[in-house]
């Protein structure tokens, strides 16, 4: 789930379905840079703890062994799809060439990454022992891991020095999925739908999508689950009320907009 910057005097939600495990892996990692990113910019030593396991996360999110070739086969794919639109008189030509420009940027500096994806972090003795007891609650305790706790006491600009080193290696990965998830959010149309009494169903007729987002007035409380497949989506739009917080039918019209992304 991500926020949306709204177009209009409302604050619009956005809820990302993946068709697919490959897009699946590219969402969760997207989401794990962000977090990373974020606990970064900050100095305190519990963000910095919590931008470490995020890192973690990472690891063994992008531990498949073809993340890497498939994000280069669908770069090499999207590159060749876009030269094709040279001299078109319908395509901006300076933007045609930016996107041209990273992507051969990005495939560059994943190519150059070499061996296994995080393998610098797999290969670091200490971090590996942080690694084993980030997944115990309250494993990291200074107790138990003594060296770590006096690492969270140095000055801040030391720590993020060494996040920095740990991270950079990453950042090629982090480019092409960006790049990836960027085209894909672009292929797609907007259509305004209107949920009636809750629930949407929509046939596909067996053509292959990659991936479908819902764009939703904030204010509704209207929360959308979603199943799909290659024939067929279904909204079903709950909602929660009462202090349990568990989910209940929205029994009312609910008007939103349904995008269909395919690469």
Not at 26 to 35: G, P, T
């Amino acid at each position: 789930m991500a926020s949306r910057p709204p177009d209009r005097d409302t604050t619009l939600i956005l809820y990302e379905y993946p068709f697919n495990e490959r897009i699946r892996t590219l969402l969760r990692l997207e989401d794990l840079f962000d977090r990373l990113g974020f606990f970064l910019r900050h100095s305190e030593p519990q963000c910095h703890h919590t931008a470490l396991t995020t890192l973690f996360e990472i690891l063994d999110v992008a531990g498949r062994a073809d993340l890497k070739s498939d994000l280069l086969q669908e770069l090499e794919r999207q590159r060749q799809t876009l030269i094709s639109f040279r001299n078109n008189p319908s395509v901006e030509e300076e933007t045609l060439e930016k996107i041209l420009k990273d992507i051969e940027l990005a495939t560059s500096s994943l190519v150059n990454l070499p061996g296994r994806t995080g393998q610098h972090l797999r290969d670091h003795e200490w971090l590996t022992s942080i690694r084993s007891r980030s997944i115990i609650p309250g494993g990291t305790c200074e107790f138990d891991l003594p060296s770590y706790h006096a690492w969270l006491h140095r000055p801040p600009e030391a720590r993020l020095r060494d996040l920095e080193a740990w991270v950079g290696p990453l950042n090629p990965l982090r480019d092409c999925l960006r790049i990836v998830l960027k085209l894909l959010r672009d292929s797609g149309q907007e259509t305004r739908i209107v949920a009636a009494q809750g629930s949407f169903q929509q046939m596909l007729g067996g053509k292959s999508y990659h991936m479908l987002r819902v764009i939703l007035d904030e204010d509704l409380g209207a929360i959308p689950e979603i199943s799909a497949n290659r024939y067929m989506i279904w909204v079903r739009f709950t909602t929660q009320d009462g202090g349990d917080l568990r989910p209940r039918p929205f029994e009312s019209d609910v008007p939103f907009e349904l995008v269909l992304c395919n690469l």
